[in-house]
């Protein structure tokens, strides 16, 4: 006889931020939620076993982790290319160190309630993906793709630093590069508009409205309209970047000269300078020397709080 196999798949990546303990958050989850559990060991693990769930016909698969297991698990679920009716839906139980995308998407931050949403609620909202291809390789992003100075936010974060100084190991990474801030030469381009080249500091295509842990990006910015939020910001004074980011971490857009936003649904970024851009995408750094981000609507349904 064939064993029967719940519902739903949730992939644990016990080295999350949280540092929780895999037997009891087992034991905790699967009383009060029919499912499995797959615990990952080492990176494409999660992706690989929310591929393997896709083509079991599971009807939802849980990334339990930080915003890097959450990308792998969509990795595995995207690239299926199924119609997202036809994909299992995405669910998250925030146990990173930023928890970005929980964030916008309304998921509370707290475990218990976090489990409780998913067991009480059938409710599903579209959700935005972005196709992100840096020199040629295609990889799939949920909450945001940084250029410039906030991509090397990742390449200062180790996880000792995440596991000393937890939320906080953002803010003291962004610190570190705040304090050294490098202009890149750049041309980009958003949706078929004109090129522009210009020396910046950062340029952001933004699908969710924080990122580094809340640190807004891109205030108002929704994973849900099908759209991209383009923020650019020129090289300027250290005084204006400061005075850009307190506008952003007040929830305003900020009213300078050197800031530009607009919504677009394609971003183009070609560096010109001798050496590749610093990029983030959904947290984790690369170099590449041209970016291209574009928007897929409704690529996936994830359990979420309405609006």
């Not at 998921?107 to 196709?131: C, N």
């Not at 990474?173 to 030469?185: C, G, I, K, Q």
């Not at 170099?287 to 690529?299: D, H, K, L, M, T």
Request: with cysteine; charged share 25%.
């Amino acid at each position: 006889m064939t064993p029967r196999h719940p519902p739903t798949l949730v992939v644990l990546n016990p080295a999350s931020g949280t540092g929780i303990d895999p037997a009891e958050f087992a034991a905790d989850v699967r009383a009060r939620l029919d499912c499995r559990i797959a615990i990952t060991s080492e990176a494409g693990d999660a992706r690989r076993r929310a591929a393997e769930a896709l083509d079991a016909g599971a009807e939802r698969v849980v990334a339990a982790g930080g915003d890097g297991t959450i990308r792998e698990v969509v990795q595995g679920l995207a690239d299926g290319g199924r119609d997202p009716h036809d994909t299992p839906i995405l669910g998250v139980l925030p146990l990173g160190t930023g928890n970005d995308l929980a964030r916008t998407l309304g998921v509370p931050l707290d475990l218990g309630k976090a489990v409780d949403l998913l067991a009480d609620s059938g409710a599903t909202r579209p959700l935005d993906l972005l196709r992100v291809v840096r020199d040629g390789d295609a990889t799939w992003a949920v909450n945001a793709v940084i250029l410039g100075n906030g991509g090397r936010v990742g390449t200062v974060l180790d996880n000792d630093d995440k596991s000393f100084w937890g939320p906080l190991s953002y803010l003291r990474s962004a610190v570190e590069v705040a304090l050294e801030l490098e202009p890149v030469r750049v041309a980009w381009s958003a949706d078929d508009d004109r090129w522009v080249e210009a020396e910046v500091l950062n340029v952001v295509a933004a699908n969710g409205a924080s990122a580094a842990g809340g640190v807004p990006i891109a205030p108002g910015a929704s994973p849900h309209d099908g759209l991209l939020d383009v923020a650019v910001v020129d090289d300027c004074s250290v005084a204006e970047a400061l005075r850009i980011g307190a506008a952003l971490l007040a929830g305003r857009e900020p009213d300078s000269p050197v800031y530009r936003r607009r919504s677009a649904r394609r971003l183009r970024v070609e560096t010109r300078g001798a050496e590749g851009l610093p990029v983030s995408v959904d947290g984790e750094p690369f170099q590449a020397a041209s970016v291209e981000v574009s928007v897929r609507p409704g690529r996936l349904r994830v359990v979420a709080p309405s609006p």
